[in-house]
């Protein structure tokens, strides 16, 4: 019989995607010992993504008359790139992001059983199946850069040049070994989105949850405990849009440098294997956004379904008192929880995905149109 994906074992499979960056923010009471040694360990990964990423523009550089090599060094850029950003965003909202995962965490280790019901339904149900897949294919992406060398009788999983001899021993294992730990963090980066992606879909839940109750509230009391509620869920799911956004940002951009760059690929004359490769890595580029969009739409959707619950209540059976705070709920209902990206971009959402999509291939036709023309 297969195993029920629980809310529990969401988060703790999330979590264990990013055991090897170590990502997951630490409690409050945890010592200042283990904070610093987190922060150390984020800059040596830094230090080791910029080391393979150097290599590889060396690589570059040097093929710059070699269109295949010059395309296989160009292909492992922008996601050690993407690491490195996703980093400094780390490093830089620490503290905002630790608040947010334990409000997270308080949240589902104080979830009652019908609640805990609810959650199950309408999100883990419905949501963890294409996660799960996102997650088990970036790290399946790192499978094929371990055996990539043994099937294609290549010297390193990622094409890579220096200026000395690095094809004798020990230096080509360690070559080989720094390459596949910063393949390791390629992979688990890639997997924050899931986190990120898991931030917006338990503050949707907990709307849904405030939904729910607030159909059942008879009395002014009751009332008063879900607006103070509200109040409270609506400052959080802020801090989560701001959390999000720059790592949403950090995504859509290389995504977008990514996609172009593959599609110019694809429509020179290259072999068909990194045609293949090509469309493997667009399509898990393109579902990286689509990560942040789904979430970020519904959040949209439920945060101002509030509004509705209350309008559907008995109001006009009760006290003009109690009228005028259900007013007040629904003024406040809204305006709905979006999360904007930073430097003018617009919101998240699949009207944006959309848009994002239409953008990408209008830039891809452009481009071969053009190169048609050149006879290239």
């Known amino acids: 019989m297969k195993e029920k994906v629980t809310l529990k074992k969401t988060i703790a499979v999330v979590k264990l995607s990013l055991f090897v960056i170590w990502f997951w923010p630490l409690s409050l009471n945890t010592s200042k010992r283990k904070v610093l040694c987190m922060k150390l ?11 393979v990423l150097a290599s590889m523009t060396y690589a570059f550089v040097k093929n710059l008359d070699d269109l295949d090599l010059l395309i296989k060094s160009s292909l492992g850029l922008f996601p050690t790139s993407h690491v490195i950003g996703n980093i400094l965003c780390h490093l830089a909202i620490y503290q905002r992001l630790q608040c947010v995962t334990l409000k997270m965490e308080n949240f589902c280790a104080l979830i009652k059983p019908y609640e805990e019901t609810i959650v199950q339904r309408e999100y883990i149900d419905k949501y963890s199946t294409f996660y799960g897949f996102c997650i088990s294919l970036f790290y399946m992406s790192l499978f094929g850069l371990f055996v990539g060398p043994i099937v294609l009788d290549e010297p390193l999983p990622a094409p890579a040049d220096f200026p000395f001899d690095a094809s004798h021993q020990p230096l080509r294992a360690i070559t080989y070994m720094h390459q596949i730990v910063v393949g390791l963090f390629i992979a688990a980066h890639l997997c924050v989105n899931a986190f990120m992606a898991l931030l917006l879909w338990l503050a949707s839940a907990r709307f849904k949850l405030l939904t729910e109750e607030l159909r059942t509230i008879t009395n002014i009391y009751d009332l008063a405990k879900c607006i103070k509620k509200h109040q409270q869920l609506l400052e959080y799911a802020e801090e989560v849009a701001l959390t999000v956004r720059p790592f949403a940002l950090v995504t859509v ?11 110019l690929i694809f429509i020179t004359g290259v072999s068909f294997s990194l045609k293949i490769q090509c469309v493997f890595l667009a399509t898990s580029a393109l579902l990286e956004v689509f990560m942040y969009a789904w979430p970020a739409e519904h959040l949209i959707h439920i945060s101002t379904n509030i509004a509705q619950a209350v309008f559907e209540m008995d109001w006009y059976e009760k006290s003009e008192y109690f009228r005028k705070n259900l007013q007040m709920v629904i003024l406040r209902s809204q305006k709905p929880i979006l999360v904007v990206l930073p430097c003018g971009l617009p919101s998240l959402s699949l009207r944006y995905y959309a848009s994002y999509l239409s953008t990408i291939f209008s830039y891809f036709t452009t481009m071969r149109i053009m190169f048609e023309d050149s006879g290239i």
């Open 41 to 51: 360990y984020q800059y040596v990964c830094i230090l080791l993504t910029i080391a």
């Open 253 to 263: 951009f290389f995504s977008t440098v990514s996609l172009i760059i593959f599609g």
